[in-house]
């Protein structure tokens, strides 16, 4: 069946670098979400995106993230400077049009941040 | 304060054993959802349970919805060692699938 993929798995940085995950969403999904989860914690909502927008935010979209999908591409999630705190596992989810498609997951990228 | 949680962290049961995991909320809803989050993988939806239905089945599956206790349960028959993962139920506040997940029950299920 369509997958959500996220590359890549894991990505190691130092702290105040840059990092951008990307997600590969179902083709034909208009909607798209990351989501947080830190070891051992509940997954908790970032940002979704439609239509080349964000549509809203948590308060910890902090202003070093951002999300863009440019021309059709990758869905990502840029971090610039990364903190020690942004280490996490994050998942990107994409679903289609209508409230009865549920969204598909990917597998996640691990963040560690040293 | 959690917006949804489930009741019990962990859970274990026997193969072929029926078991319920449940889950309380605090906001008002739309609809409720259960999703099973297996070992390396992103979560996957099982049910999802709008605020003016009181049940739904998938297949093993069956999920309730009391929205005067804000609480909800998810059953599942005959467990199968392949049913050994982490469920949440999360909430949506108007089915924009901003979803607010709970910590999670981990069931092993034992052969």
């Known amino acids: 069946g369509p997958k959500v993929l996220q590359i890549p798995s894991h990505q190691i940085i130092d702290m105040g670098q840059m990092v951008t995950l990307n997600c590969d969403p179902v083709?034909?999904?208009?909607?798209f979400y990351w989501y947080k989860q830190i070891l051992g914690q509940q997954m908790e909502f970032l940002v979704n995106f439609y239509n080349g927008k964000v549509m809203e935010k948590s308060k910890l979209f902090k202003d070093q993230f951002s999300v863009e999908r440019p021309d059709g591409s990758y869905f990502t999630l840029k971090i610039q400077p990364t903190a020690l705190e942004d280490s996490a596992v994050y998942f990107c989810?994409?679903?289609?049009?209508?409230?009865?498609?549920?969204?598909?997951f990917g597998e996640g990228t691990r963040l560690s941040v040293l | 304060s959690q917006l949804a949680e489930e009741n019990l962290w962990a859970l274990s049961v026997h193969e072929g054993e029926s078991v319920t995991v449940n889950c309380s909320y605090k906001t008002s809803i739309t609809a409720l959802q259960w999703y099973r989050q297996k070992s390396g993988e992103g979560p996957a939806q099982l049910i999802l349970i709008r605020s003016n239905e009181r049940e739904k089945r998938n297949g093993r599956l069956r999920a309730t919805l009391d929205t005067s206790s804000q609480s909800s349960s998810l059953s599942i028959t005959a467990t199968r060692c392949e049913d050994t993962a982490v469920y949440f139920c999360?909430?949506?506040?108007?089915?924009?699938?901003?979803?607010?997940f709970g910590t999670g029950t981990s069931l092993l299920v034992d052969p």
């Open positions: 989810a994409s679903r289609g049009q209508g409230n009865n498609q549920a969204p598909l």
């Open positions: 999360a909430t949506d506040p108007y089915m924009g699938y901003k979803l607010t």
């Open positions: 083709s034909n999904h208009l909607y």
